[in-house]
């Protein structure tokens, strides 16, 4: 065997073979022999023709495959001996094969990068202060009450500012003079600052109070998803029927038992915690894009394009899915994918990118994720999701997958934890 390898970059190497003496003769008569067996040719019972007719017919076939199959074992070889960690399928180049006495060929294969990192001890980092307010508090209560509340009147006078809810008739009529069906509501009930309508429409009923019509001028968004309403300026009549507010219960040791909290007090303390906790992990997440922001910015090296290929399908497929839920079409899709495709090539970079410097750094730290590692996560999951270790284990654990991914979520988070004693954090 013949070969030699050349480095085309960080990730890419070419393995040229050449094959002065190539003999296939024993492979393609053992071939043949084997397809007499399964043929069926006009004159003879099913594997009785002559071989020299099924060698006649099907040589050319039987030839390829064989030489397919040569190609395929030298590589592998090659592949094995060389010691090269391959990603996804080679590229072959430059087949030259010469009437079964000789052949040559090229074969390209991306190979997993070695990084090797710069020194980053002296790299600084803030770390955002984690702080839970009263108001931040108060807002938890809000969003377990609102199921709870009544919606009544507002008071006479009371003009509509955010957080309030306006029953208006409303109808749109565009730059031609036409009223569309589907621009028009009555009796309609809209939270003003809830985001409903389009930018603009809900701020320019701030201060209006009951009884009052208004014209609103907009031009819907470029991104609107219904196409003849994109760019298009538009008028919407709109009479204010009535102003109605959310009056949420007295939050008493009764309603805090029925949400599942033992009173008043514990409700207070455990929000706190929990809060404090996302917080924290906000904070932590941050941190850790700007160091993985500043890694790769000061350590150039290549990545397999396979790799950032693969990464790329999995966030369109994960996009895809959100989108679809949103009610987009399959032309709706493909439309948003061409307006982003750029976006999306830098984000599976940066984030094959990320995982190999992370990979570098826990096997220089020795860092592996553990079953008492899991049980931990487990528990602390379950303190922020309300649900039971018993609940979330049974969901990590019956799919394998699921459990990998978790595994290899607090080998990376150790990692970091790991690699915040060595940088410069404040």
Same mark, same amino acid.
């Given at each position: 065997?013949?070969?030699? #390898?050349?480095? #085309? &970059? ?12 190539l003999d ?7 071939a043949l ?14 594997? @009785? ?21 040569? #190609? ?18 080679? &590229? ?37 202060? #984690? ?60 939270? /003003? ?49 009535? /102003? ?34 996302? &917080? ?73 990118k990320s995982?190999?410097?992370?990979? &570098? ?6 860092? +592996? ?24 284990? +049974? ?30 954090? @404040?």
């Amino acid at each position: 065997m013949t070969y030699k #390898v050349e480095q #085309v &970059n960080d990730c890419t190497k070419k393995l040229s073979f050449t094959f002065d003496n190539l003999d296939l003769s024993e492979q393609i008569t053992v071939a043949l022999k084997e397809k007499q067996k399964s043929v069926s040719i006009k004159g003879f019972r099913k594997g @009785k023709a002559p071989i020299a007719m099924v060698e006649k017919l099907y040589r050319p076939q039987v030839e390829g495959d064989a030489l397919n199959r040569f #190609v395929q074992k030298e590589l592998f070889e090659a592949i094995n001996k060389e010691d090269l960690k391959v990603v996804g399928y080679p &590229n072959f180049e430059n087949m030259d094969y010469k009437d079964g006495k000789s052949v040559s060929f090229d074969a390209v294969v991306e190979v997993f990068p070695t990084v090797e990192l710069k020194d980053y001890s002296k790299l600084s980092f803030t770390k955002d202060k #984690v702080e839970v307010t009263d108001a931040d508090i108060e807002k938890v209560r809000t969003n377990y009450l609102a199921p709870k509340a009544e919606m009544v009147e507002a008071a006479e006078g009371t003009a509509l500012e955010n957080g309030l809810f306006a029953v208006m008739n409303f109808e749109g009529e565009k730059a031609d003079g036409e009223k569309p069906e589907n621009m028009k509501g009555e009796e309609y009930l809209l939270e /003003i600052g809830s985001g409903q309508f389009i930018p603009g429409f809900e701020d320019q009923m701030i201060g209006m109070k009951a009884g009052e019509k208004k014209t609103i001028e907009l031009t819907f968004p470029t991104e609107y998803h219904v196409e003849e309403l994109k760019d298009a300026k538009v008028k919407f009549h709109v009479e204010l029927l009535e /102003i109605k507010e959310r009056k949420l219960p007295e939050f008493t040791d009764e309603v805090a038992k029925e949400l599942g909290f033992e009173s008043v007090e514990d409700f207070q303390v455990k929000t706190r915690e929990n809060l404090t906790k996302q &917080n924290e992990r906000q904070a932590a997440e941050k941190l850790n894009q700007e160091i993985l922001e500043k890694l790769i910015e000061e350590n150039s090296f290549d990545v397999p394009s396979t790799m950032v290929a693969q990464q790329k399908e999995h966030l369109k497929n994960d996009l895809a899915n959100n989108l679809k839920q949103q009610g987009f079409t399959e032309d709706m899709l493909g439309e948003y994918f061409e307006k982003w495709a750029g976006d999306l090539d830098e984000k599976a970079l940066f984030q094959v990118k990320s995982g190999l410097i992370l990979e &570098n750094l826990a096997t220089k730290f020795e860092i +592996e994720s553990t079953e008492a590692d899991f049980d931990a996560k487990i528990e602390e999951s379950a303190g922020l999701s309300g649900l039971t270790a018993d609940q979330v284990k +049974e969901f990590y654990t019956r799919d394998e997958r699921m459990k990998a991914n978790l595994m290899y979520a607090i080998r990376e988070e150790k990692t970091f934890a790991k690699l915040h004693e060595e940088l410069n954090i @404040k």
